[in-house]
């Protein structure tokens, strides 16, 4: 398994964007992919993954507006996240998924506030 670091999370305004980095600590080349999120007094859930052939999959409220993306050589993935609203205010943590199982970050706090 590997460490995952998250960074990118702030205070942005609604309608504005941001972009979120996970780097991992090892190879990701053979890992799936993923964004979670936890808002405040909710569940957490999938915000987007990316396999390592690279299909995707979004949750239906970000769906157009959050592309993910991998960069294998640099072992990092992206979440590109635009028209930001206050919806969208949550933790967001990276994970990593494979055969022997997940890997969580810490997370990055993103705050969507006028």
């Known amino acids: 398994q590997v460490r995952l670091v998250e960074s990118g999370g702030d205070l942005v305004q609604p309608g504005g964007s941001l972009r979120l980095s996970c780097a991992a600590s090892?190879?990701?080349?053979?890992?799936?992919m993923g964004w979670y999120r936890r808002a405040p007094g909710k569940q957490r859930e999938l915000v987007a993954a990316i396999t390592v052939g690279g299909s995707t999959n979004y949750a239906d409220s970000v769906k157009g507006r959050f592309p993910i993306s991998r960069e294998n050589a640099k072992n990092t993935v992206y979440l590109q996240m635009n028209s930001l609203n206050s919806d969208d205010t949550a933790v967001y943590y990276c994970t990593a998924v494979d055969y022997r199982g997940v890997s969580w970050g810490q997370g990055t706090q993103v705050t969507v506030s006028s």
């Open positions: 090892g190879s990701i080349f053979s890992f799936k």
